[in-house]
């Protein structure tokens, strides 16, 4: 494994962000690494990120360890995963340069749990840490082209992307202030940031996906992208009033399928839809991989 | 032979926390669960949060946050309860500070804002103080909690222990500190006042304003806080309480699983039961059936689909397991998010489930 962070910063004017969310059980993280994967494939240098202090990738891919400094997947394609913690420890040590005070700081017990928990900093730290290559420039360089984030499911997410504005309204004067407000900045370009809501073929998912890309719209002021994931072959493109035969509960499950991806696409059509196929493939990476290539015929379009 | 355990479980226990990630279906096991109960004869109150609007106005909740269930095979009691986290958290605080004028302005507060809000842990401490409120009450035989949706199990039970390390007194004490300390405790002190200084630094003197503001302000409840995270503790570690871990059939979450089954432990909590949800779709034993009987399966998709779910089931029930209790449902036929469903999965647990034999 390579370490990515001796290779040599890009020079880009923006890092190109790519938030994945939606309800628990809709298969984000998949997305998540499939358009990580497709990215990457496209010649972009990409880092993909999970939120937290526990990885899902590690097990997922079965890697050694996942963590803060990233580590190489694929040509191309690093993966991190980044507590607010951990983001606010290299932010202070940037800041505080002197290295006996960030040790003063951060060795201290009541610090450690301060920052631990003091409302809205861990948040805070980990969205300025996503968004802290260019334009912002806070901190150290990062050398990707993109980050793809495996975000916190739905009022989790949307609670993430609040602390910025909430804390810039709270504190209206000093640096906390002043970063809060670049970061809902970039958080609400829709030339640097992008959201991408993910829900499967069924009635509540796809409700939870409109009410949550309702509620981004009105946070970022731009509409999500929706993906559609596991969509089964062949539900598509037949017709759900004919009834397939024999009578078996299979063709029966086929029928309802088919109904509920055209309803599905019905409900999510005033967005920019893509959907993606049932992998029936049990190897994570496999299962990735051609996720990957629907993805990237799929961006080609937009 | 099938289920006896899990019906065991639900005869003795007095509490059952079910924990898991979003999206596994942990809030209709939690209710099938109580429902199961309350139909044994029990009274129950399962305590949800956030359920589908039409699990809620059919268990008969509509907008009250009690009710009790109406269902003709209820031998007991069925109550079923809402969490709001926020209003309940609201209330704890108000109530801990005896409606002071300090708690009231700490409602206000623009920190305590972000703090009752889903991404601090507090969530999960209500869900407790709920819990621990309706055991104190001893108005039922057990009680039912369904738990808000974590990244991962673990998450739920660390909350109260942040929580608490928040409103510890060596950390609040910094922000208040009154005027006027001899010399020999500022000197002592000195270390603190850099951290202090590298804090204002990193956040500016407004936020640090407002951080002292808010450890004033929590200076009355505090040790009503620390004493009541005590409290629930020792509920949830007591020998008649029971955590269920509800888990997809995916095996980065079995995995997810056995860490839990591990961290819990440690912890001094007894995981009783791993119910794996949806471990097939509910066409497939039909179709094994009819191939068995020798009709030939014409949709290959119908085939591939089988072998997809059978391999995926012998992946996950490879990974060696520490629980003592497995169960497996398949999914239901209809996807049902209302009082019909939660029947239909407690037959699914009680009734058609096939249980892993006990592992060492």
Redesign the interface.
């Known amino acids: 494994m390579s370490n990515a962070r001796t290779e040599e910063p890009k020079k880009t004017a923006k890092i190109d962000l790519h938030f994945v969310t939606g309800?628990?059980?809709?298969g984000k993280s998949t997305v998540a690494a499939a358009l990580a994967l497709s990215l990457a494939k496209a010649g972009k240098k990409c880092l993909l990120v999970e939120?937290?202090?526990?990885s899902?990738y590690k097990?997922?891919f079965e890697l050694d360890e996942v963590g803060y400094f990233p580590k190489s997947l694929k040509p191309g394609l690093d993966i991190a995963l980044w507590s607010g913690p951990e983001c606010l420890k290299e932010?202070?040590r940037h800041?505080?340069k002197i290295e006996s005070?960030?040790k003063?700081?951060f060795e201290?017990?009541?610090?450690r749990?301060?920052v631990?928990?003091?409302?809205?900093?861990?948040?805070l730290a980990i969205l300025g840490k996503i968004t802290s290559g260019p334009p912002r420039n806070v901190g150290p360089a990062m050398p990707y082209d993109c980050l793809v984030i495996d975000a916190?499911?739905t009022?989790?997410f949307l609670?993430?992307l609040?602390?910025p504005l909430?804390?810039s309204?709270?504190?209206?004067?000093?640096?906390?202030?002043e970063q809060s407000r670049s970061i809902h900045e970039i958080i609400c370009s829709a030339a640097q940031s992008h959201y991408y809501v993910v829900s499967l073929p069924?009635?509540?998912p796809v409700t939870e996906a409109l009410e949550l890309s309702k509620s981004l719209e009105s946070q970022v002021g731009f509409r999500p992208i929706q993906i559609l994931n596991h969509v089964?072959?062949?539900t598509t493109d037949s017709d759900p009033s004919q009834t397939l035969q024999?009578p078996?509960?299979?063709?029966?499950?086929?029928r309802v399928q088919t109904e509920n991806v055209r309803n599905s696409q019905e409900r999510l059509k005033e967005y920019k839809l893509i959907c993606l196929p049932f992998v029936?493939?049990?190897q994570?990476l496999s299962v990735v991989e051609s996720l990957a290539t629907e993805f990237s015929t799929e961006l080609a379009d937009v | 032979m099938s289920n006896q355990k899990l019906q065991a479980l639900l005869e003795s226990a007095r509490v059952i926390v079910c924990v898991g990630s979003g999206g596994v279906g942990k809030t209709t096991v939690a209710s099938a669960l109580a429902y199961q109960a309350a139909k044994m004869g029990r009274r129950v109150l399962v305590l949800t949060i956030d359920p589908s609007r039409r699990l809620r106005s059919t268990m008969g909740l509509g907008e009250r946050d009690l009710a009790q269930v109406q269902e003709p095979n209820i031998k007991g009691e069925l109550w079923a309860s809402i969490i709001d986290p926020k209003k309940t958290f609201d209330e704890f605080v108000l109530r801990a500070a005896q409606h002071s004028k300090g708690a009231e302005k700490l409602l206000q507060n623009p920190l305590y804002i972000q703090l009752s809000t889903s991404l601090s842990g507090s969530q999960e401490f209500t869900a407790l103080e709920r819990l621990y409120s309706a055991h104190e009450s001893q108005k039922y035989d057990l009680i039912v909690l369904d738990t808000p949706p974590t990244k991962h199990a673990i998450d739920f039970l660390e909350a109260p222990q942040k929580l608490s390390a928040l409103f510890s007194d060596s950390v609040a004490k910094w922000f208040r500190e009154p005027e006027g300390q001899s010399l020999l405790v500022r000197v002592m002190k000195s270390g603190t006042r850099q951290v202090l200084k590298a804090l204002e630094l990193l956040t500016g003197s407004e936020f640090m304003g407002e951080l002292s503001d808010f450890f004033r302000n929590i200076q009355g409840w505090q040790k009503k806080l620390e004493a009541r995270i005590a409290d629930v503790h020792g509920l949830l570690v007591s020998s008649t309480t029971h955590f269920v871990l509800v888990s997809s059939l995916d095996k980065a979450k079995v995995m997810e699983a056995q860490y839990f089954a591990r961290e819990i432990k440690k912890g001094g909590y007894q995981l009783s039961a791993l119910i794996i949800n949806r471990i097939q779709p509910y066409w497939m034993a039909e179709s094994i059936e009819r191939s068995a009987n020798q009709q030939e399966i014409k949709s290959s998709l119908e085939q591939r689909l089988i072998d997809y779910y059978s391999e995926r089931e012998k992946k996950v029930l490879q990974v060696e397991s520490n629980i003592p209790l497995i169960v497996k449902v398949p999914e239901l036929r209809e996807n049902i998010s209302d009082m019909n469903g939660v029947v239909e999965m407690a037959l699914r647990l009680f009734e058609k489930s096939s249980e892993k034999p006990e592992l060492s």
Do not use: C, W
């Open positions: 309800k628990g059980g809709v939120l937290g202090n526990q899902f097990d997922y932010y202070a800041l505080l005070l960030y003063l700081f201290n017990p009541v610090t749990s301060l631990n928990i003091a409302p809205a900093l861990p948040e916190y499911a009022g989790h609670a993430l609040r602390a909430g804390m309204k709270a504190v209206r004067f000093g640096p906390m202030s069924e009635e509540l089964l072959e062949g024999p078996s509960l299979f063709n029966e499950a086929m029936l493939e049990n994570a």
